[in-house]
């Protein structure tokens, strides 16, 4: 069941990866993208916690709404209207279920109906699609997401800025399926499925 | 007098967002155009507030948009379902989708009409 203190907690986790990983992100995005995508991860998740730090006590749907609109206005790149999306479409269905698969099953669609991406497109949607798969079945663990982030070297680019290399961009791991790799390892660290 | 539809464009660069209305308002002095570039500290990337703004901005309460790349289309979809303007999004190249639109609209074509006049010029 996902609560207002995981969301915290998950999202402090998540806040110290990516400045961890800023550098890696934004050299993964070099190869196949504009080199930002640390940049701009970090610049939102910066934005995600002055947003938090502002609140007090607050409800599931508060923070996850404000999430959303920190990462939406803050991150600069496709990477922020899309987590944005998905943290939006979470905080509008978290009174209805509080299940992780349900809630990150409707981020999924969400992020779908942004980007117009699909499995196998070589995004972020990559790590997603198995996550949630992985959710609904009470299986999901970190090998299982490495897994899913490795298998981007494969893919050809069909959206994004790397679907303009074509062939070119196989190879090189998706930035953005590494950012939710990242994004899903803090979930389960912060006990999201416990 | 305004037109009734406004244009937009939104850019990842600031200088390219302020100047393609510059091409446009030549030909389309009766037109409202606005536009949005950059991310709020205008660096390389494109902002769904900025572009909010740009809505805000025109005098036209039907708008026509136009993009660069990928993220813009995302924010500019945003934008619209914050926004109660009504807004079309094209997906055609920029600037000589925006140069039609402009040069239609000023001659007082039908939304109809520009749009297919903007059709061939679909390319993502
Ligand atoms: N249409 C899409 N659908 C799903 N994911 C996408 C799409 N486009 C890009 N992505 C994801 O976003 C990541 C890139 O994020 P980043 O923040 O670097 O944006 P960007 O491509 O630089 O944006 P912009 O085009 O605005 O400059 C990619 O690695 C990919 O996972
Ligand atoms: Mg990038």
């Known amino acids: 069941m996902i609560t207002a203190e995981i969301v915290d907690k998950w999202m402090k986790l998540f806040y110290s990866k990516i400045s961890e990983q800023k550098a890696y992100l934004s ?31 607050p409800d599931l ?10 990462l939406i206005s803050k991150v600069g790149g496709a990477a922020g209207p899309l987590y944005g999306t998905a943290f939006l479409e979470m905080a509008k269905n978290c009174e209805k279920t509080q299940a992780p698969a349900e809630l990150f099953k409707l981020a999924l669609e969400g992020i ?9 497109d070589k995004t972020m949607i990559d790590v997603w699609a198995p996550a949630v798969a992985a959710l609904e079945t009470d299986s999901l ?9 490795a298998g981007t070297k494969d893919l050809v680019a069909k ?8 062939e070119r961009s196989v190879g090189h791991l998706d930035p953005g399926a590494v950012s939710s790799q990242y994004l899903f390892e803090s979930f389960i660290e912060a006990g999201g499925i416990e | 007098m305004t037109k009734k539809i406004g244009i937009v ?10 100047g393609i209305p510059k091409l446009l ?3 389309a002095a009766d037109v409202s155009i606005t536009s949005a570039g950059g991310t709020d500290d205008n660096e390389i990337g494109t902002s769904a507030g900025k572009i909010m703004d740009a809505f805000e901005r025109n005098k036209a309460q039907k708008l026509l948009a136009f993009y660069d790349l990928g993220s813009a289309k995302m924010n500019l979809e945003l934008a619209v379902e914050m926004s109660d303007k009504k807004v079309n999004i094209y997906d055609v190249a920029l600037v000589e989708g925006a140069y039609t639109a402009a040069t239609l609209l000023e001659a007082d074509v039908t939304l109809e009409d520009v749009e297919e006049q903007l059709a061939p010029l679909k390319i993502k």
Not at chain 1, 32 to 43: K, T
Not at chain 1, 112 to 120: D, Y
């Open chain 1, 61 to 70: 749907k508060t923070i996850l709404k404000t999430v959303a609109m920190a």
């Open chain 2, 9 to 18: 464009i939104v850019s990842h660069v600031p200088e390219v967002a302020m």
């Open chain 1, 112 to 120: 779908k109906k942004r980007g117009g991406a699909t499995t196998g």
């Open chain 1, 27 to 57: 050299e993964l995005d070099t190869p196949i993208g504009d080199g930002d995508h640390g940049n701009n991860m970090m610049r939102g998740m910066q934005g995600v916690e002055d947003s938090l730090d502002k609140l007090s006590n």
């Open chain 1, 141 to 149: 663990s970190v090998e299982k997401i490495e897994a899913a982030a």
């Open chain 1, 159 to 166: 959206k994004g800025r790397a679907s303009y290399l074509g």
């Open chain 2, 25 to 27: 308002e030549q030909v």
